[in-house]
């Protein structure tokens, strides 16, 4: 039976872990599959290693990777005034951020990213450039400098707040009912919460003939370094990567009109061919397109060179082939997303039918 409900998705989405203080993301999943896996560490690093030990048919080791630090930002210094000054910690939208609730160091203080009200905006300039993420600065009420030392200590991290929704079409099952299959969400850090969220489901199925290694890595976002220390450990035969992916798949100057989207929600989920860090081997692509294929499983490319994934870190330190396949999600590295619980899903079916076929 499936282990995954509407609250679990919720509590992976809406959890902090910004890159390298993944520890809360950590324990929430590590407490969610301990009862259905045969052993569990923690590496130096901070990855999470769950092993489901095999039939014994096999003697391949096949590594399932997901990451789960976020984009953040990082608290660098308090002044005077009570304001935080923060540097990006990954690719965060700048565009997407003033006047956005944020969640604060361990104790989650509620702040906001601040910007001056339009009253007093006089430069045109000023609404047509994006904001500059060294400029910008977040609030959480206090006082004075004092007051918000007293909540805050530099080198923690600020995460976007955004509350995880199930939407449209029809009524939100209830909290504890597994995720149906169809419908969408929005929530924070999709990526790659729902690619945690789909190794959870993989680790928690039935055995495979060889031991499945689920690993939860750390600080992706900044340069796949979990997945670079993880890989020289264990040096798999296969590592498949599951993601949460871009979907710009939107009308207009940055949609589809001009240049192809690089996925599109509800057609399934997405593999990819090659990205800005990993081609994958031919024979690995081959081998999941004829599996899509042969059992009916909805599937698109992801438009190709774009990005960069955990796959680069297992490819690049052991050769092992790696593949990535991932669920689109509209604006990613922004405080929201949206994503097609069909594609989460199919994307589920897909791995598992893939690494069957891996034996
Ligand atoms: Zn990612």
Redesign the pocket.
């Known amino acids: 039976m499936s282990i995954l409900t509407l609250e679990l998705l919720r509590r992976l989405s809406e959890t902090p872990g910004g890159p390298g203080d993944e520890a809360a993301v950590r324990d929430i999943i590590a407490r969610t599959v301990h009862p259905r896996v045969d052993e569990l560490s923690i590496d130096n690093m901070g990855n999470l290693i769950a092993i489901k030990r095999g039939s014994g048919a096999s003697s391949r080791q096949i590594v399932l990777a997901a990451?789960m630090d976020e984009v953040a930002f990082m608290i660098t210094k308090i002044d005077d005034d009570g304001l935080l000054h923060v540097a990006a910690s990954g690719g965060i939208n700048r565009r997407t951020v003033l006047g956005k609730p944020v969640q604060v160091g361990p104790d989650r203080l509620p702040g906001v990213i601040s910007l001056r009200p339009p009253h007093l905006v006089d430069d045109p300039e000023e609404y047509r450039r994006p904001p500059k993420l060294r400029d910008l600065v977040i609030d959480i009420g206090a006082k004075d400098g004092e007051e918000a030392k007293s909540k805050v200590k530099r080198g923690q991290y600020a995460v976007f707040r955004t509350p995880f929704r199930f939407l449209a079409p029809g009524e939100a099952p209830g909290p504890n009912a597994p995720p149906p299959r169809s419908g969408r969400i929005s929530g924070k850090a999709f990526?790659?919460r729902l690619g945690c969220a789909a190794l959870i489901e993989l680790l928690s199925g039935e055995p495979f003939p060889f031991d499945l290694v689920g690993v939860f890595t750390v600080q992706?976002e900044i340069g796949l370094r979990g997945a670079l220390a993880a890989g020289s450990r264990l040096k798999p035969d296969v590592a498949l990567i599951l993601?949460?992916t871009l979907c710009p798949d939107l009308p207009g100057r940055w949609g589809q009109e001009q240049t192809p989207p690089t996925t599109r929600l509800g057609h399934g989920p997405a593999i990819t061919t090659t990205d800005r860090s990993h081609i994958t081997p031919p024979w690995l692509l081959q081998h999941i397109l004829r599996t899509a294929e042969a059992n009916d499983i909805p599937h698109q490319f992801k438009h190709p060179n774009v990005g960069g994934?955990d796959a680069a870190g297992f490819a690049r330190y052991w050769g092992t082939p790696a593949a990535i396949i991932s669920t689109p999600a509209r604006y990613i590295h922004s405080p929201i997303a949206i994503a097609d619980l069909a594609d989460f899903w199919h994307g589920v079916d897909l791995v598992k039918a893939t690494l069957h076929g891996l034996a």
């Open positions: 990451h990526d790659d992706e993601e949460g994934t």
